[in-house]
């Protein structure tokens, strides 16, 4: 399994950021995928999932309405558009196989989220 995050940067609050997930090693079409994110300092947060056919979406409540998780199977990418961002969204997101954002991850990419 390699998953390898990408998309991250500095950007304002109330701006947009659109991450990709490059999946290989693994049957992308057959497995649901997630987000998971970790800000400094803190635990692992669950962000969003999608189902293999990418009808079936969910969200954390802290994101809930901001963020959109979409995949393309015919290029193995899972994508978190990210809306209205928030200092508090700043943090290390990675993508996970499976819709509970279990290790293991990428490398992850930073997103900071400051004015």
């Known amino acids: 399994v390699q998953l390898v995050e990408s998309g991250g940067d500095m950007v304002q609050p109330g701006g947009s950021l659109r991450l990709s997930c490059a999946a290989s090693?693994?049957?992308?079409?057959?497995?649901?995928m997630s987000w998971v994110r970790q800000a400094p300092g803190k635990g692992p947060e669950w962000v969003s999932a999608?189902?293999?056919?990418?009808?079936?979406?969910y969200y954390a409540d802290s994101v809930k309405g901001r963020f959109i998780i979409s995949r393309d199977n015919a290029k193995n990418t899972l994508y978190l558009q990210m809306n209205s961002l928030k200092p508090e969204d700043t943090a290390l997101y990675y993508c996970?196989?499976?819709?509970?954002?279990?290790?293991?991850w990428g490398q992850g990419t930073l997103v900071t989220v400051s004015s």
């Open positions: 090693g693994f049957t992308f079409s057959d497995y649901d």
């Open positions: 999608i189902y293999t056919g990418g009808g079936s979406t």
């Open positions: 996970a196989r499976g819709s509970r954002g279990n290790r293991p």
